[in-house]
């Protein structure tokens, strides 16, 4: 019998508290290669805050988090996490050909890439060089998306990263998550919105308060 390979990213009795009172938690789960997870709940129920967790922009109130089996600290996070949220992380006086360069400076290039062909891939073929601040709100997204394909990073958050597109940046995202969990690695999602992938229908976690 085969053992299942071990998880990229676990959580065990996770929980955020704010003012001594749980916004969530507790919250076990285990992310394994290939797989991709989206996290459920009510407006308020922490999804965001999790997130944040999860890449050590806050320290959770009670529990752990390990990344590759390893205790997670930034510098286990470094290059194999990589982070999406509301705010895309890009210098709107640079072009998004320069934006992916600072990135992989940072976390890395996965062999094999480069930004034209995934600048190409999201669909901004022919504006790799124009100010991102000059980009629409969907194209500001797409760029961001275009990190994805370059950093090497096996784990993925992924903050409503549906928002600002239209539906065939919708399916550039399934896309994307496909080709991830399709090389061994996986996802965290939130959302509002309907999600599909080709690998079927995601695991859920739901929080709660």
Excluded: C
């Excluded at 997130?51 to 529990?63: K, N, S």
């Excluded at 600002?164 to 919708?170: A, F, M, P, T, V």
């Amino acid at each position: 019998m085969i053992s299942p390979a071990p998880p990229l990213l676990e959580a065990h009795a996770l929980s955020f508290l704010r003012q001594d009172e749980p916004v969530f938690g507790p919250l076990d789960f285990a992310l394994h290669p290939g797989e991709i997870a989206l996290v459920e709940g009510d407006n308020g129920s922490g999804k965001t805050t999790l997130m944040r967790v999860l890449t050590g922009m806050l320290r959770p109130g009670e529990g752990e988090v390990r990344l590759d089996g390893a205790a997670f600290s930034l510098d286990t996070m470094a290059g194999a996490v990589v982070f999406l949220g509301h705010h895309l992380g890009l210098k709107l006086d640079l072009s998004a050909r320069e934006n992916l360069r600072v990135s992989t400076g940072l976390y890395g290039q996965r062999a094999g890439t480069d930004e034209v062909s995934a600048l190409a891939e999201v669909g901004l073929a022919g504006f790799e060089d124009e100010p991102v601040r000059r980009l629409s709100a969907g194209q500001k997204k797409r760029a961001a998306l275009a990190r994805l394909l370059l950093v090497p990073a096996r784990v993925w958050l992924l903050d409503e990263p549906y928002a600002n597109l239209d539906r065939e940046g919708i399916a550039l995202v399934n896309r994307l998550l496909d080709g991830h969990a399709a090389r061994g690695g996986a996802a965290l999602v939130t959302s509002h919105g309907a999600v599909s992938f080709a690998g079927g229908e995601p695991r859920r976690i739901r929080l709660h308060a």
